[in-house]
């Protein structure tokens, strides 16, 4: 809220003008390479990508830095941080240099090699983003889902895949194509009931086909703002009741029934007015 109240008016609209403003002419295309060297060297300057991107994200939740603004400067500061490491190696003891080097080297190509796949090609840059703005959304509309994304992607998912690895090389390398060829199952499937839904048919149009809770947050939310809601400590993230968030989450599917109610309704209502109007037209002209 500090942050926000300091960034109103112009200095909000002069950073907004200047760091989401795009070079002219043909140099548009190389707004973003700009801004990803400013994240590096600014990332180099402070010795920290964590305190330039923490510094970065709340401007860019009350819509000072765009987005798609912000991505290029994130790619820098995964390339600025790497620098640390190389400092630290280079200063190692002489006796494990070596190999101190190698794995800064290794950092510094692995983030290099990862900008190359996901900045310059159109089509794989707009993946982190759409996946930004959805984990966003979801977010937004259910308040524990940050933090149970959290434990689920960075804890618990790794040890599983550790633990099976330790079981077994041959199981993990099962487990883990099946759940890739699931995965590429789900969005082919969503792509094709988005772009040609007429190759489909009727059942596979949506996903209402499958149970409650493999295609909606709902189920869950209901049993964690239940337990939430009971804890002092976590009311926060509850604060979003049940039958809110089955309202959002069919809040499209409502709008689209309530139009078409509203159109029926509408039609009525226009056909009783003509009906009145006539009555009275004819009422006049008798008298």
């Given at each position: 809220k500090i942050l926000q109240s300091l960034l109103l008016g112009s200095v909000a609209g002069k950073l907004k003008k200047n760091i989401n403003s795009n070079l002219p002419g043909p140099f548009k295309p190389l707004t973003g390479y700009i801004f990803l060297v400013i994240g590096t060297i600014m990332t180099?300057?402070?010795?920290?990508?964590?305190?330039?991107?923490?510094?970065?994200?709340?401007?860019?939740?009350?819509?000072v830095i765009s987005l798609e603004r912000m991505y290029p400067l994130t790619l820098g500061s995964n390339i600025g941080t790497t620098t640390t490491s190389m400092l630290a190696a280079m200063a190692s003891d002489p006796a494990s240099r070596q190999e101190a080097i190698q794995?800064?080297?290794c950092?510094?190509?692995f983030n290099i090699f990862g900008i190359l796949v996901f900045f310059p090609i159109p089509f794989t840059?707009?993946?982190?983003?759409?996946?930004?703005?959805?984990l966003g959304t979801t977010t937004a509309k259910y308040r524990w889902f940050a933090i149970v994304y959290l434990l689920l992607v960075f804890l618990l998912l790794p040890?599983?895949?550790?633990?099976?690895?330790?079981?077994?090389?041959a199981l993990l390398?099962?487990?883990?194509?099946?759940a890739f060829l699931l995965v590429l199952i789900v969005v082919t499937l969503h792509l094709i009931q988005i772009h040609a839904p007429q190759w489909l048919p009727a059942v596979l149009k949506n996903w209402y086909f499958l149970p409650e809770w493999m295609r909606s947050l709902r189920p869950l939310d209901r049993v964690l703002s239940a337990v939430l809601g009971k804890l002092p400590c976590c009311k926060s993230l509850a604060n979003i009741t049940p039958n809110e968030s089955a309202a959002?989450?069919?809040?499209?599917?409502?709008?689209s029934n309530k139009n078409g109610q509203n159109v029926e309704n509408g039609g009525q209502t226009n056909a009783n007015d003509v009906e009145k109007k006539t009555v009275i037209i004819d009422k006049t002209t008798t008298i």
């Open positions: 180099f300057l402070l010795q920290s990508s964590s305190v330039f991107t923490s510094t970065l994200t709340p401007l860019v939740g009350i819509g794995i800064a080297v950092h510094l190509l840059r707009k993946l982190p983003l759409a996946g930004a703005k959805f040890l599983t895949l550790l633990g099976l690895s330790l079981i077994s090389t390398l099962v487990v883990v194509g099946i959002a989450a069919d809040g499209d599917m409502e709008h």
